[in-house]
């Protein structure tokens, strides 16, 4: 019999301005989602101080802790981020540094999917493949296919109304987490 057990993922987005077209992505996915999966968002890595091993030696900062339990607890994480200067934009590189020292490794075996949008024609592609090389050494279980990059987002999303109004854009995101979900169920 299919393995229908309920999950839960969690959305982790790398940009920090309110009229971000990624963060409207990420907004939209709860509705997008197969039945059984649910999709929250992560918290924001805005306040992460910038990773210092000396303050590491402190005591993690609590927004580091707190966000490396709820990927603990998640099923899949989802990236929906920008791509900067052809790769991953620094806050985000920053979060995932700082997670990737907690002493849990939340990221390992975890099912992983990315999710890219930018104005340009490819979609932050080049922003992938550096996430990629990252998240292996988080030993993160990253899903190969189908990837999503949506160029052109400005003409596909409504920040304002949070409305994914390009069809097509919404057919390739819910065919990811389909794809995540059987993913996760299989891990
Ligand atoms: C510092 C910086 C670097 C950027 N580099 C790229 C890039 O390499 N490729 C690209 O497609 N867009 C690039 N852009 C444009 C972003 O894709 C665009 O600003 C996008 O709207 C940011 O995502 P957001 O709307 O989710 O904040 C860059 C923007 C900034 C601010």
């Not at 990420?26 to 197969?34: F, G, K, N």
């Not at 990315?114 to 024609?121: E, F, L, W, Y």
């Not at 922003?127 to 990837?147: G, I, S, T, W």
């Not at 409504?158 to 390739?172: H, K, L, N, Y």
Request: hydrophobic letters at 45%; glycine letters at 10%; charged letters at 20%.
């Amino acid at each position: 019999m299919a393995d229908l057990r309920p999950l839960r993922f969690v959305t982790l987005v790398g940009s920090l301005r309110k009229g971000s077209y990624n963060a409207a992505i990420a907004r939209a996915l709860p509705d997008l989602a197969p039945e059984g999966v649910t999709v929250e968002h992560l918290g924001l890595i805005g306040a992460f101080p910038h990773y210092d091993a000396d303050l590491q030696a402190n005591g993690f900062p609590a927004e580091v802790v707190a966000m490396g339990e709820a990927i603990a607890a998640a099923d899949g994480v989802i990236f929906v981020t920008p791509e900067y200067n052809y790769s991953v934009p620094g806050a985000l590189k920053n979060a995932l540094d700082w997670i990737s020292r907690l002493p849990s490794t939340p990221f390992a075996g975890k099912p992983v999917a990315i999710q890219t949008a930018s104005p340009g024609m490819i979609g932050g592609a080049r922003c992938q493949y550096h996430l990629r090389q990252v998240l292996v050494f988080l030993d993160a279980h990253v899903l190969n296919k189908p990837e999503v990059m949506v160029g052109n987002v400005t003409g596909k999303v409504d920040v304002e109304s949070g409305t994914i109004t390009d069809e097509a854009t919404r057919g390739f995101l819910a065919k990811q987490l389909e794809a995540l979900a059987a993913f996760a169920r299989r891990s």
